[in-house]
């Protein structure tokens, strides 16, 4: 949950939920009219979204409380609290479909070696995504590495923010150079860019709280600036050499945003997107179960009901494309599994994630009074 001191960042939370929502549709192809739509075959852009949101929440939840002496390894022990129980049960769920479904019935056997990276978190540190046992940990260990050093530099003095400064710098440029090595691998390099852009945010949203740019200029703003982020993914030919202007867009956005006081903020506070936002990371985790088992019984069901010629012919691993039904028929199965998912994405919030939560709510830090830069 995007908050700080008491302060939900309600319009941030939403579209968080939205952009894991657009995920998802990436995570299913083109396929349908829904899933086909241009701004979501560019979905995967909108992990950086996370990014600098995270970068933006943890700077206003925990920056000046780690630079008045809150434990550091008490924050770690938080976040990895918050995120990996989650992580774990969905890499668990992951192991039985491989040895209950994948290597008993499809033939399909996957490395083992992907177990190990998925469960220890060290997909941070590989050149790309790809694991079947925890096919978003990547994400997952990159927002721990970034933890560790929001642990390890917040309050810290010039030296960290030059470190900091460094990093991210260095990140931009691999990103934009196309430099991709493991352990500085592209995954990482993500990370360790919008961050830190997102901590810069909340410096700036902490100096510029005393202006009231008034709801008429918000609400031209937010307008302005969805418009612009949908412009940008739809797009063709985008790169991970765009992320690093990408990430300014996103800045700009959560700054915008934060203030909560456009006419768009007041949409993204209706209680389905509100709802959305509270299981976006929920959704994030589990939605893949619900196109990579798809992928692979979808041909079966078709040729079973005498569609063969729905099948795509050879092999297709990625999203839904492994069939090719009539556009109806696709959009009506991307919005059945998409419900599966959010259902799912709710029972683990519920009985997982929440409880978790709870759980890590006892080693949280105290409310402070109000401070101003992390870093």
């Known amino acids: 949950m995007s908050e700080t001191h008491g302060q939900r960042f309600i319009a941030l939370d939403s579209l968080r939920g939205l952009a894991a929502l657009a995920v998802v549709y ?31 929440v943890i700077a206003a939840s925990y920056g000046g409380r780690l630079a008045r002496g809150y434990p550091r390894g008490r924050f770690m022990l938080v976040r990895l609290g918050r ?8 890499v668990a769920g ?6 209950l479904v994948f290597r008993p019935l499809l033939h399909e056997a996957h490395p083992l070696s992907e177990l190990v990276r998925g469960v220890f978190l060290l997909d941070a540190f590989v050149r790309g995504a790809g694991n079947f046992f925890a096919p978003v940990s990547w ?27 460094a990093l991210a710098l260095a990140s931009a440029w691999a990103l934009y150079t196309g430099f991709n090595v493991i352990g500085f691998g592209r995954l990482l390099q993500r990370g360790l ?20 740019p008034g709801a008429a200029l918000l609400s031209l703003a937010e307008c302005t600036l969805l418009a612009a982020m949908v412009t940008l993914l739809c797009l063709p ?20 945003f934060a203030r909560d006081g456009g006419i768009a903020s007041r949409v993204l506070q209706a209680r389905p997107l509100v709802t959305l936002g509270r299981l976006s990371f929920a959704l994030y985790m ?22 063969a010629d729905w099948i795509r012919p050879g092999r297709h691993t990625f999203g839904l494309l492994s069939v090719n039904p009539p556009p109806l028929i696709a ?21 997982i994630e929440e409880p978790a939560r709870q759980w890590t709510r006892r080693f949280a830090p105290p409310a402070p009074a109000p401070s101003v830069a992390p870093i």
């Open 26 to 56: 990436y995570h299913m192809g083109d396929f349908g009219w829904v899933a086909g739509l241009a701004p979501f075959r560019y979905g995967w852009m909108l992990v950086d979204f996370f990014f600098v949101l995270s970068g933006f």
């Open 83 to 90: 995120v990996y129980p989650l992580h774990i049960a969905t």
């Open 94 to 99: 992951f192991v039985a479909l491989e040895f």
């Open 139 to 165: 994400a997952v260990a990159v927002e721990i590495v970034v933890y560790a050093l929001a642990a390890a530099l917040f309050g810290r003095g010039r030296w960290a923010l030059a470190l900091t400064i």
């Open 193 to 212: 860019l919008g961050f830190p852009i997102g901590v810069a945010c909340y410096a700036i949203h902490q100096h510029m709280r005393g202006i009231e």
């Open 237 to 256: 030919g985008k790169t991970a050499a765009w992320l690093p202007a990408t990430d300014v867009l996103f800045a700009i956005t959560v700054l915008v």
């Open 286 to 307: 589990v939605h893949l179960f619900f196109v990579i088992v798809p992928n692979r019984f979808l041909p079966r069901l078709f040729a079973a009901m005498g569609h």
């Open 331 to 351: 959009t009506l199965i991307t919005l059945g599994l998409t419900a599966l998912a959010l259902a799912a994405a709710w029972l683990a919030w519920r009985f």
